[in-house]
């Protein structure tokens, strides 16, 4: 009987003093819901402060970073890692021939001109060295003193191939007149130069949310060396004609230069972690084009 | 007279000697292709060697590093790069209340048990600081000497901050007998610990194709330090219950425990650059369900 009384009061006490009355919730839930949602957005404001972006200057400082003074570090670990995903890369694309069928489709693709036959490849090395990574420097952005941009030394000695075997084919006056056999090997031996990485974000606009995107570029004084072995004709090969080697280095020169060499530079763009209405539309109406 | 026959004599040159006949393709070029691609096919696997993957011991030889004798290595710049990103993350959860609606998706979710009323965020607070990479050395897996790892320092010393409000419902023996509201505030001030990064491949097997993907854990030996504030009851609150601190603390360092500290690890896959057909058929097939 004492016990009972005990749990009684013990009861009592939690029901009425700790707890509170349950009959606020059962009276108009919906309605209570629908108020609290309310304060909720009202306090939304509140709950979240929303500071100003924060200026390169205090994020050099929360990291300890002076520009002026901090000497270039190594990044040898860097090169372990890359070393690895490239071998990575390598062996997937040696797996099942993807890199050749991948080749194949680029250079047979659409914009193959029509005095040009099918394109082989006949020799293909997609090298065996790695790229080496050194002396790397954070210093504010020349053209926008409010980003920051790393300078990372990059140099890569390999043998990097690509052997194709063409026709080239003489419509004029008559179709297929005449056929030029065309043998062509470029080799990428040497690559050395300064890479810029930074972050660049374009501010939000009324028909597009803020866009964050990852930008590289080359400093001009970049240095690239080929070795391009050249085979025109058929009966009396002609080997190793200067101003095809010319034409084909400065193709690819020009073709690096247009997409990578400073003051050009290439865009990756990231994705926002946050869901978007907008992006899925797009995703929609891309699904049903 | 004399120019006009010099001109046919090149030409005849050009003709007979440098090009060959453009009739060999006329005559049959449909046979002539499906001949080549024959050869073409055959010929690949002598075009790109298939080398075996290439061994931890060469990928650490090729890129000069001894992992007996390397020393840590700063990571100073990787700081300011990750800074620029976690301050751009912050400014996107900001920015139209992101975090909250994400929030309140979360903790409103389907899982939400039938004893608890709707959860109210009632302080939130992201963070002001930057983690701190320092030491960073390449280490041979202990569990897959072929593999290789970077360890890091990370340090984060922030106050990271979840206020919720919500109210615990007694719902027996008849529904909504009482209601205990529950305010609770966990924020995070200070983390440290080691973190392990690799690069982990799976081999192909007969149903699916190589994988690779990069993993990431922490060393058992991290440093997690809490403040936890509640507030139990309606009318005499109960503040700072130290046994609710216990098991909200207990349940974050379960939860983080189980999944990223070692033994366990993190494991994001990582795409393959090479289009496959599976991926595209897999790809379709979700579409439709």
Same mark, same amino acid.
């Given at each position: 009987?004492?016990?009972?009384?005990?749990?009684?009061? &013990?009861?009592?006490?939690?029901?009425? +003093?700790?707890?509170?009355?349950?009959? %606020?919730?059962?009276?108009?839930?919906?309605?209570?819901?629908?108020?609290?949602? =309310?304060?909720?957005?009202?306090?939304?404001?509140?709950?979240?402060? %929303?500071?100003? *972006?924060? *200026?390169?200057?205090?994020?050099?400082?929360?990291?300890?970073? $002076?520009?002026?003074?901090?000497?270039?570090?190594?990044?040898?670990?860097?090169?372990?890692?890359?070393?690895?995903?490239?071998?990575?890369?390598?062996?997937?694309?040696? %797996? $099942?021939?993807?890199?050749?069928?991948?080749?194949?489709?680029?250079? $047979?693709?659409? @914009?193959?001109?029509?005095?040009?036959?099918?394109?082989?490849?006949?020799e293909?090395?997609?090298?065996?060295?790695?790229?080496?990574?050194?002396?790397? =420097?954070? +210093? !504010?952005?020349?053209?926008?003193?409010?980003?920051?941009?790393?300078?990372?030394?990059?140099? &890569?000695?390999?043998?990097?191939?690509?052997g194709?075997?063409?026709?080239?084919?003489?419509?004029? !006056?008559?179709?297929?007149?005449?056929?030029?056999?065309?043998s062509l090997s470029v080799s990428?031996?040497?690559? %050395?130069?300064?890479?810029?990485?930074?972050? =660049?974000?374009? *501010?939000?606009?009324?028909?597009?949310?803020?866009?964050? @995107?990852?930008?590289?570029?080359?400093?001009?004084?970049?240095?690239?060396?080929?070795s391009i072995r050249s085979l025109?004709?058929?009966? @009396?090969?002609?080997q190793n004609?200067?101003?095809?080697s010319? &034409?084909?280095?400065?193709?690819?020169?020009?073709?690096?230069?247009?997409?990578?060499?400073?003051?050009? +530079?290439?865009?990756?763009?990231?994705?926002?972690?946050?869901?978007?209405? =907008?992006?899925?539309?797009?995703? +929609? @109406?891309?699904?049903?084009?």
């Amino acid at each position: 009987m004492g016990q009972l009384s005990v749990v009684i009061i &013990l009861f009592t006490f939690i029901r009425f +003093f700790i707890f509170s009355n349950g009959g %606020s919730l059962s009276e108009s839930p919906h309605q209570g819901d629908y108020d609290k949602d =309310k304060r909720l957005r009202k306090k939304q404001s509140s709950i979240l402060r %929303s500071s100003p *972006p924060m *200026p390169a200057r205090s994020i050099l400082a929360r990291t300890y970073y $002076n520009v002026e003074t901090h000497p270039p570090e190594s990044l040898d670990w860097l090169n372990v890692l890359v070393a690895q995903t490239v071998s990575q890369f390598r062996e997937d694309a040696r %797996s $099942n021939n993807n890199i050749l069928h991948t080749l194949d489709k680029i250079l $047979n693709g659409d @914009s193959l001109p029509s005095f040009l036959d099918t394109v082989h490849v006949t020799e293909l090395d997609i090298g065996e060295e790695f790229p080496i990574f050194s002396n790397c =420097k954070v +210093f !504010p952005c020349e053209d926008d003193p409010g980003r920051l941009e790393a300078r990372i030394e990059v140099d &890569l000695a390999d043998s990097i191939t690509l052997g194709i075997d063409t026709r080239l084919l003489l419509n004029y !006056p008559t179709p297929l007149l005449a056929i030029l056999p065309v043998s062509l090997s470029v080799s990428i031996v040497r690559f %050395s130069g300064q890479l810029t990485m930074s972050l =660049k974000t374009t *501010p939000p606009s009324s028909n597009s949310d803020r866009k964050t @995107s990852l930008t590289f570029s080359f400093a001009p004084d970049y240095r690239l060396e080929f070795s391009i072995r050249s085979l025109v004709g058929s009966r @009396s090969r002609l080997q190793n004609l200067p101003k095809i080697s010319q &034409l084909v280095e400065s193709q690819i020169r020009k073709w690096f230069v247009e997409r990578c060499v400073q003051p050009r +530079f290439q865009e990756i763009q990231l994705a926002s972690i946050w869901p978007r209405r =907008k992006n899925t539309r797009e995703a +929609f @109406s891309s699904r049903n084009n």
